[in-house]
């Protein structure tokens, strides 16, 4: 399993994705239709009137445009041109299911956020003091000399053991052959 710092990391590229497909489906999915103007603002319903729907052509080049526009008059294209050309966006979706994709949505980036709260709570040192952090600090550190006193007391055992181990062989040998040892 990996550490809490990782599983944090992990969470927030993952938040981040959320919030990336999110605002992507909004973007695509939106009738994008004027909002109603609040009445105590005047001005704001030019500015919501110049918003426009959501349409199903790419915007393209103004030469690419002219070209388009040249040919459309000299052969209109068939009335469902726009439903089979697979570039074409696709189109809003009804009010009742935008919201409820927006809820989803809203759901979702919700349980992410409480997700990395609690992997923030549960890092280590979160709700101790610095004196309390200092100390298991210096404890770990004591433990760590006191593991590596053994590794090394260990060590010099399994080298005694070995040179123990090659005297017996050594004799073993000698016992078997004697003083000379037969060439083969």
């Not at 709260?117 to 979160?126: A, D, H, Q, V, W």
């Not at 709700?127 to 770990?140: H, N, P, T, V, Y």
């Amino acid at each position: 399993m990996a550490d809490i710092l990782t599983q944090l990391q992990t969470c927030l590229d993952q938040l981040a994705t959320q919030f990336y497909a999110t605002i992507g489906y909004l973007n695509t999915y939106h009738d994008h239709s004027a909002a109603i103007p609040p009445s105590d603002v005047p001005d704001a319903a030019p500015q919501l009137a110049k918003i426009p729907k959501n349409q199903h052509a790419h915007p393209v080049p103004a030469t690419a445009a002219a070209q388009a526009k040249a040919a459309e008059q000299a052969s209109p294209p068939p009335a469902n041109a726009a439903a089979n050309d697979p570039n074409a966006p696709p189109p809003p979706d009804s009010p009742r299911t935008f919201a409820a994709r927006q809820r989803e949505l809203a759901r979702d980036l919700i349980i992410k956020e409480q997700q990395i709260e609690y992997l923030i709570k549960e890092l280590p040192g979160i709700g101790s003091s610095e004196e309390e952090q200092e100390k298991r600090i210096q404890e770990l550190g004591k433990e760590l000399r006191d593991v590596e006193e053994e590794k090394e007391r260990k060590a010099q055992e399994l080298k005694t053991l070995g040179q123990r181990l090659e005297k017996v062989l050594g004799a073993i040998e000698t016992g078997i052959y004697g003083d000379e040892i037969p060439q083969r």
